[in-house]
Structures are given as C-alpha cells and as structure tokens.
C-alpha cells in the first residue's frame, strides 16, 4: 500500500534527506509530493546558509548602537547585520544567525511549519520536553498557568529576526502550534491558510507569535490566552 501524502509530510519533516525506499518511492507519486520536497530542501538551504554566514570581529559593538525596543512597520534588520548575528542555543553549542532569506512573515512561517511543524506535534504527544518557564526567561518573559499548562512541547527556533520559542500547546480541541517571535513585528490579527493549516498572527507587548492549527474557530481564543498569559517577568505579581 503506498504512502499517504499526511504521512509522506510527516516523515518528509522528520528527515527531509531521507534514503529511505519507500520515501523515494513516494517522492515521485505526484507533482504535489515533488513540490513538499523541493521546499522542505529549500528550507534545508535557508537553515545551512543561517548557521554558515561568517560573524563579523565587531558584532558585538555593532549591537550595542542598536535602540532598544521592537521595530515598527514589518521592517527587516539590515541584511549584513541579520546575517551575522549570532545567537547562542543551548548546551551542546548550536547557534541560529537571523537568515535573511524570508521575505515576509507568511513566508516564514510556511517554510517553518513544513519544516518540522507536523513532526514536533507528533512528538510532542509521544515525549514533551523542555520548560516553559525557563525558556521563556530567556527573554524577559513568563506563562501564567493558562498557558503554561497546556505546553506540550516548548524549544528554541529560528525567526527571521533572530531566536525565537516553538511550543505545541495540547488543548481541548486538539494540538496548535505557537511561534514566537521577540522582535517581529506582524499585522495583528491577520489570518491566512496553507496546505491544511489556518494562522493567526498575534501582536504582543514584547514581539509577535503565529498560532497554527486545523480549526479555525480555535484559533481565536488562544489569540486571547498568548495576549493574557504571555508576560513580562518584572509585572508578574
């Protein structure tokens, strides 16, 4: 029995270079099968170009001369700066330089999400790891108990802008995938659909986040949740 295309995703944003025969097999099945593979590759590219770009001698000072608080407008970093700034990512020392290569937010998120988006919410149901709280402090930031109860999968990503958190949030209406990014700015509520997967963009006091999910109608009260429960450490009472 050959592969459906739901799984073929999957597998595809597990080990987007698999050898696999059946996976090969399956890449052939259909233009629609050809085109998953040419943008999980696409994103593949964009990720190795992000951690290979050279780090300027000055990067640090060049930091320092950036203004506080969150750009306004949509405007990217300039592109000798995204390219270079490197942000450290856990223990085992894997780093994510701002890529450039996105040329909006819709298209990030799309290429996120095919990414490994369906993997990390299969996984997140198998293993949860990581916390909240200790990830999120990283930028000055809490989840209040309505949020933080319902992670079931919280990492570090890559943004267009830099570092930013994917979480997995296990609701009663089944799993939705959260991107926050601490400094893009988005059109709050703006909404749109792909392949089978409907966004909401949410702007917040400190950055932006897509919410992803199958239901559209649920994607509205968690709109509510990430505006509430998503907080500054210091006004945490």
Not at 146 to 160: D, Q, Y
Not at 176 to 181: D, G, H, K, R
Request: aromatic share 8%; charged share 25%.
């Amino acid at each position: 029995m050959s592969m459906n295309f739901s799984e073929f995703k999957r597998r595809l944003g597990a080990e987007p270079r698999s050898e696999d025969a059946e996976m090969l097999a399956a890449r052939d099945a259909s233009s629609e099968h050809r085109a998953a593979v040419a943008e999980a590759e696409q994103f593949e590219h964009r990720l190795e170009r992000a951690l290979n770009t050279p780090v300027p001698a000055d990067l640090i000072d060049t930091l320092r001369t950036i203004p506080a608080g969150k750009n306004h407008g949509r405007r990217w970093w300039p592109v000798a700066l995204a390219a270079g700034l490197l942000m450290a990512v856990g223990a085992a020392g894997l780093s994510w330089r701002a890529a450039p290569d996105w040329p909006s937010v819709e298209a990030y998120v799309m290429d996120h999400y095919r990414h490994d988006g369906g993997r990390l919410v299969a996984e997140s149901f198998e293993a949860g790891y990581g916390n909240v709280h200790e990830v999120l402090a990283e930028f000055g930031l809490d989840a209040e108990p309505a949020l933080a109860n319902i992670v079931g999968l919280v990492k570090f990503c890559p943004t267009p802008d830099g570092k930013g958190v994917h979480m997995v949030l296990h609701t009663h209406d089944g799993p939705l995938t959260v991107i926050f990014m601490p400094e893009t700015d988005v059109e709050d509520g703006e909404r749109w659909a792909f392949d089978e997967m409907d966004v909401l963009l949410v702007d917040l006091e400190r950055g932006s986040a897509a919410v992803i999910g199958s239901n559209r109608d649920q994607l509205s009260e968690y709109y509510a949740v990430l505006q509430d429960s998503l907080v500054v450490q210091s006004d945490r009472s």
